[in-house]
């Protein structure tokens, strides 16, 4: 069994590469998900809650995440929740989506370009791991991990995952992209073509943000001048 959640594609991109390196095993838990502020998306926490029971009955849970940069502790975050029966977890490095703060932005395109190079050349390793039921850590950590999952991640979880701040500006051509393409269904259009965020079941994926062809999709002030990840390997 695999469990994917993504966002913007990153993350289901990896799943269907490992899909032909890693055994079909029915006794093997796999999940594959972004890092959201050096810890795992609500969404993910909340269907680990709910299925928990089917997960532990697994001889060998792994998770593979993807981030833009790095992780944090988000590694512990998940093992906690999966009551430490986690056997192996790799981070992975994809093209950054998270655009939604001052400093932060889509990566330029040779940059994105050396993340994917450099995870398809892990994956293999990663599966090899996988199929040999190793337990193992590789995760990239990056500076001041503890900081940002024990002191910035609960700040962002309360004051940053927030569909308030979303709106449309006059370029949207009521495309029903971002409605039609919300994984949790959030996102509403009236008859009169405006977007509207339910205010219910944001995760914060930002699929609304970097599918929109007109980039028109907002979030406050600091999305203005930022990019959108369109890259060829996701289309
Ligand atoms: C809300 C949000 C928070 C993020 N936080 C992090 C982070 O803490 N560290 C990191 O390296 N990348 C972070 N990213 C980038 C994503 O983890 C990365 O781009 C991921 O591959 C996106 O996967 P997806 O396309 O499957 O959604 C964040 C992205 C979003 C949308």
Redesign the pocket.
Known sequence: MTYVF???????WVANRLQGLVDDDAKVYGMV??????GIPKIVEEYIQNHLQDILKADYVYAIM???????HADEVLSKQLEGRLDAVFSVH?????V?LPGFDVDKAEVAEAKVKETIQRLPTIAESINRRERRTEVTRGKWAWL?TQVLRPLFNKFLINDKYFYTNRYCSHCKRCVRGCPLNNITMDEDGKVGWKHEHCT???RCYHRCPNNAVQFGKFTKKKGQKIHDFDR
């Open positions: 993504s966002g913007t594609g990153n993350s289901q998900f972004p890092v959201y502020a050096w993807t981030c833009g940069d790095d992780i944090g994809m093209p950054n989506t998270y939604c940002k914060m994926c930002l």
